[in-house]
C-alpha cells in the first residue's frame, strides 16, 4: 500500500509518498479503499513530533477520509448497517493519508447528499469538532453570540455556518482583509481583523456591551486573558488548540464576575464508545448536522484539491501561514 510516510519528525521535508504496510481488518471495522483526505493543523503538529496518535491508531497522518467500503469485518456485515460498496466518510485517528484506511464502523458517516467524495472528505474532523466543543455538553441557544478565532481555517469556516443554522451571531477574527470577506461570504456578522484591532473591545462593541456567550478558541495561551474578558455573563470559553502555547495568566476575579467556564476539549483520543465517545459525536451528528448540509445551510468550505502527492508543498505553507480560507482535500484514489 502506498501513502505519505514520515521519515522521522520535523518539517515537511520528512514527508514522502511510499509504502507502508496494510492496515489489519478488527473486529467491529471496515476496510475502506480512500479517495479523499484533508489537510488539519493536527497533522503539522503530528509531523512535528508533538501530537501522537493514540495508543493502536495508525501512525500515518490523516484525522478523516471519503471513499469506498471494500472489506467489512464479520462483526459489521452481521449488523448490516454498512456493507461493501457504500460510499462513506470516516473520522479517525489516523491513517487518512494512504490508500486504504482502516475504522471503526461507529466512525462512518455517509457521504451527505448531492455531495462529491472530494466535498466529503473536508466535513467529518470539522463537523465532530464543532459540534462537540459548541453543543456537548451544553447546546448552542438561538440568539447567542458565538466568537470564532481563525474563523478562515477549517474549522472556523464550519463554526461560523453550524453557529449561524442555529439561530446565533457571530464575530470572528482573522488576519487579513480577504480572509474576513470569505467569513462574512459565509454567514459572519462581525469582522475583526486581529491585526488591526482588539477583539474585546470589537466584539463588546457589536454586542452592546454584553460580551460573548461563547468563544471558540484555537490560539491558545495568548487570549485566554482577553477570552475572559471577552465573555458575557454566563459564558463559556471553549479550547481547542494551542498555536501560541498552553501556558497563561487566568483572571479569577474576572472569571467570577462573569460566571464564566473554560472547557477544553479534544476529539482524538476519545473511546470509540461510551459515554462522550465518538460514536455519540457520530450519531448526533449525522442527526443534527447532516440535514443542515443537505439541505444547503452548510456546505464544505473546500478551498483547493490537490494529489496527496503534493502534501509536503501544502504543509509547508501551512507552516508559513499562506494556506488559503476553508480546507485543502487532497485526491488519493481516482
Avoid at 452592546?208 to 461563547?214: K, L, N, S
Avoid at 494529489?307 to 488519493?332: C, M, N, Q
Wanted: proline share 6%.
Amino acid at each position: 500500500m502506498r501513502a505519505i510516510v514520515m521519515n522521522g519528525f520535523g518539517g515537511p521535508e520528512v514527508l514522502s509518498w511510499g509504502e507502508a504496510p496494510e492496515p489489519a481488518l478488527g473486529p467491529g471495522d471496515v476496510l475502506i479503499e480512500v479517495a479523499a483526505t484533508a489537510l488539519n493543523r493536527a497533522d503539522a503538529v503530528q509531523r512535528a513530533g508533538a501530537y501522537p496518535p493514540p495508543p493502536g491508531a495508525s501512525e500515518l497522518l490523516g484525522l478523516e477520509c471519503s471513499g469506498r467500503i471494500v472489506e467489512v469485518s464479520d462483526e459489521v456485515a452481521e449488523r448490516g448497517d454498512w456493507n461493501v460498496g457504500d460510499e462513506v466518510c470516516a473520522l479517525l485517528a489516523g491513517g487518512g493519508y494512504a490508500e486504504r484506511v482502516v475504522v471503526p464502523a461507529e466512525q462512518l458517516l455517509p457521504v451527505p447528499t448531492g455531495f462529491s467524495l472530494i466535498e466529503a472528505a473536508s466535513l467529518p474532523e470539522a463537523a465532530c469538532t464543532v459540534w462537540s466543543t459548541l453543543c456537548m455538553p451544553a447546546p448552542l441557544e438561538p440568539g447567542q453570540t458565538v466568537l470564532i478565532h481563525g474563523g478562515a481555517s477549517g474549522i472556523g469556516t464550519f463554526a461560523i455556518q453550524l453557529a449561524r443554522a442555529m439561530g446565533c451571531g457571530v464575530a470572528v477574527t482573522a488576519g487579513s482583509d480577504e480572509r474576513l470577506e470569505t467569513c462574512r461570504e459565509l454567514g459572519a456578522d462581525h469582522l475583526i481583523n486581529y491585526r488591526d484591532a482588539d477583539f474585546v473591545e470589537a466584539v463588546r462593541a457589536a454586542t452592546d456591551g454584553r460580551g460573548a456567550d461563547v468563544v471558540l478558541d484555537i490560539v491558545g495561551a495568548d487570549y485566554l486573558t482577553r477570552n475572559v474578558r471577552a465573555l458575557a455573563v454566563d459564558g463559556r470559553v471553549c479550547v481547542i488548540g494551542f498555536q501560541s502555547g498552553s501556558r497563561g495568566e487566568l483572571d479569577l476575579a474576572a472569571m467570577l464576575q462573569r460566571r464564566a467556564t473554560i472547557r477544553v476539549t479534544k476529539l482524538r483520543d476519545r473511546p470509540v464508545t461510551g459515554p462522550q465517545s465518538k460514536q455519540e459525536i457520530i450519531s448526533a451528528v449525522r442527526a443534527r448536522v447532516w440535514p443542515l448540509i443537505a439541505e444547503g445551510s452548510i456546505r464544505p468550505a473546500v478551498a483547493t484539491v490537490a494529489p496527496i502527492t503534493e502534501a509536503a508543498e501544502y504543509h509547508a505553507r501551512s507552516d508559513a501561514g499562506s494556506l488559503p480560507a476553508g480546507k485543502v482535500v487532497f485526491r488519493v484514489n481516482g
